[in-house]
């Protein structure tokens, strides 16, 4: 019982520290060896997974997580990002699923799901409306946000 409220509480941390734009905050409750996935970058492990949140963790994004809920040892948390999608200037209303794993206060493995064809259709206007759901169009998303999570890391390297 200790564990399973030690855990809701490394998540609603997590979310009030991503509803304040504090990436420093969030990531202290990563573990070091953190396992994220979403529909957009794949599969990233651990300082991947900290520069995509330094990366896209801005003041101007509204993040709102319900109260998390523990089921099947997993902590799940459904939340709604609502920002402006930089390279288009169109809003974007994400609806995702979080599933976090959280041993001993560190969230070990944390996996996003949300709909790749809707972000798109609100992101990209009409292509992404008619042509998000395919394959090509996802491999190119995905493609353009780890090509700028790399230059990101790398800009950090050089500061």
């Known amino acids: ?3 399973r409220l030690k855990a809701l509480e490394t998540a609603q941390q997590f979310y009030a520290a991503f509803a304040k734009a ?3 905050e969030m990531l202290k409750h990563y573990g070091s060896e953190i396992i994220f996935s979403d529909p957009v970058f794949g599969i990233l492990k651990g300082e991947q997974a900290f520069a995509m949140w330094r990366m896209l963790v801005r003041p101007g994004i509204d993040i709102q997580a ?3 809920e523990f089921a099947d040892n997993k902590v799940i948390v ?3 990002a609502t920002y402006i999608y930089s390279p288009t200037g169109r809003k974007v209303v994400n609806h995702v699923k979080a ?3 959280i041993r001993d206060g560190k ?3 944390h996996h996003d799901t949300f709909s790749l064809w809707r972000w798109s259709a609100q992101a990209l206007g009409l292509s992404g409306y008619f042509l998000g759901w395919t394959s090509v169009v996802k491999r190119k ?3 353009m946000a780890n090509a700028n999570l790399r230059k990101f890391m790398e800009k950090q390297k050089e500061v």
């Open 141 to 143: 998303i995905s493609s």
């Open 66 to 68: 319900k109260e998390p």
């Open 99 to 101: 599933q976090m794993t």
């Open 1 to 3: 019982m200790e564990e």
């Open 107 to 109: 969230i070990i493995a």
């Open 78 to 80: 459904n939340w709604r």
């Open 22 to 24: 504090d990436a420093n």
